[in-house]
């Protein structure tokens, strides 16, 4: 039997990086390994120039442009190449920071040699000399915090919301398509007072929505304040320095929000809060998915083979699965279960430091990936789906036991404005109603014997399960009042 795991190149362990790549490799570009050494490096590439830039280190020199350009071409530059030096350094370091370091390092010496790399007056660069200031005054936690945040914002801002707000902007079109389409509610699975089917879309559109606008608002923390966050060795090493102002100008020059008060790490609460809003938004997206899968059961929505897929069941050729929703029910159950131990793990670290906080960072991109792939999968799904108008008439039509509960009101509304014969309501409707149902003549019959002022008992009498949805229509307007 061949041994799998020395198959060349790697068959993938997990699903999101084997059978789901296409759906969630963008964000690979920015949570995987290499993403975050990219990111790395560009913190310390800033820190370099900042540094420098500013005047903090006396006796440092003031790069030129060419000099600068050069240091922010690396990140630009960061490939295939860098990934590989960066993994043969590592397995000597057995550090991933320091890696980092030490390839910045070799590319400054490097820089005699570059093709327009000068110093000040055209003359050498002083790059190769820069090799000390390289990593100064930093723990890897000043660089890991920053590069987290920085990948997780452009994760988040650039994959996971377009892609969330897609989700919002696809349900709400659908709910203001079908908004007067009328549709027997079920509370606690029985039938209930009738909704449009347009009003319980958006109503899931308008709580999906409020959660992304939560996301979008994210802080993203960082600090850069070394190993017990004292700024310890910074006022030793150049005591003439504001070193808080230093680092609160860094930290919102890659356009972060500084925190000035951590330990050795960035407390992550941000993150917590972050991949709270995100997992709150895949449940509720769960919600949209069983929701949807019930009502493919009931008839009420139709699936075009075309859209779902070429096979439904392998044996039973007659059938269309839904499983475009159970696809996103289960993702999400395992993407909220990661987010929620994201959250839980992050925000505690024993005293000044442990490390618990950098395993646990690593699985960021698998939480936020099967959220990915789930919220595909619902508009994919979304997109396949027709409404059965038939199905839904049919059904209002087979319950006029609904109307008991206008009948009811309308009879207490009457007995207060003064009618006579208007009592015990419920008690009347109750006996005509529960447990049974009730055709229309049957209804109508029940309420021409009421005896009622005219004007009401006409409305009553023109009533239907069909038009029995009170401003179910009109309150789909509500998602104009806060778009996503």
Request: glycine share 8%; net charge negative.
């Amino acid at each position: 039997m061949v041994d799998l795991a020395t198959v060349t190149p790697p068959i993938a362990l997990g699903p999101l990086d084997g059978r789901y790549r296409a759906v969630v490799a963008p964000l690979t570009n920015h949570l995987s390994e290499a993403a975050l050494n990219r990111a790395r490096l560009h913190v310390e590439v800033e820190w370099l120039i900042h540094l420098t830039a500013n005047r903090v280190l006396p006796g440092a020199p003031v790069l030129t442009e060419a000099e600068t350009a050069y240091l922010r071409g690396l990140v630009e530059a960061f490939g295939p190449d860098e990934i590989a030096e960066l993994a043969a350094i590592e397995a000597e370091t057995r550090h991933d920071v320091k890696a980092v370091e030490y390839l910045l390092k070799r590319r400054l010496a490097a820089a005699a040699q570059a093709p327009g790399v000068t110093g000040a007056d055209g003359g050498a660069t002083v790059l190769p000399g820069m090799g000390e200031i390289v990593h100064i005054l930093c723990t890897s936690e000043d660089i890991n915090n920053l590069a987290y945040a920085l990948t997780i914002r452009s994760a988040i801002q650039e994959v996971w919301l377009p892609a969330a707000r897609g989700l919002v902007a696809d349900l709400g079109a659908m709910a203001r398509e079908h908004a007067g389409a009328a549709m027997l509610s079920r509370t606690h699975g029985q039938p209930a007072t009738p909704t449009t089917l347009g009003k319980e879309l958006a109503v899931l559109a308008h709580r999906l929505g409020r959660q992304a606008r939560r996301v979008e608002a994210a802080e993203y923390l960082g600090k850069i304040n070394g190993a017990t966050g004292t700024y310890g060795a910074h006022v030793v090493a150049v005591p003439g320095a504001d070193w808080e102002a230093v680092a609160r100008d860094f930290v919102e020059h890659l356009g972060l929000t500084w925190n000035p008060l951590t330990t050795q790490i960035e407390s992550h609460d941000w993150q917590a809060e972050l991949y709270a809003d995100v997992a709150r938004f895949g449940r509720i997206a769960h919600n949209l998915a069983t929701d949807a899968w019930t009502y493919i059961s009931l008839g009420y929505f139709r699936q075009r083979l075309s859209a779902q897929g070429s096979t439904g069941s392998s044996t039973m050729p007659h059938k269309v699965n839904p499983i475009r929703f159970e696809n996103a029910e289960a993702n999400l159950e395992v993407s909220g279960a990661l987010l929620d131990t994201l959250a839980a793990t992050l925000v505690t670290s024993r005293l000044q430091r442990d490390l618990t906080d950098s395993t646990t960072q690593r699985n960021i991109g698998v939480g936020l990936g099967h959220c990915l792939l789930a919220i595909d999968n619902l508009r994919r799904g979304l997109a396949g789906l027709d409404v059965d108008a038939a199905r839904l008439a049919e059904d209002l039509d087979a319950t006029w036991e609904v109307l008991g509960e206008p009948v009811q009101q309308a009879m207490r509304a009457a007995s207060v404005a003064g009618a006579t014969g208007m009592a015990d309501p419920y008690e009347r409707l109750k006996e005509l109603t529960r447990g049974r149902a009730v055709s229309a003549e049957g209804m109508r019959e029940f309420i021409a014997g009421l005896g009622m002022p005219t004007e009401v008992e006409a409305r009553l009498l023109a009533l239907t399960p069909a038009t029995y949805t009170g401003l179910a229509a009109s309150l789909v307007a509500h998602l104009d009042d806060a778009p996503c």
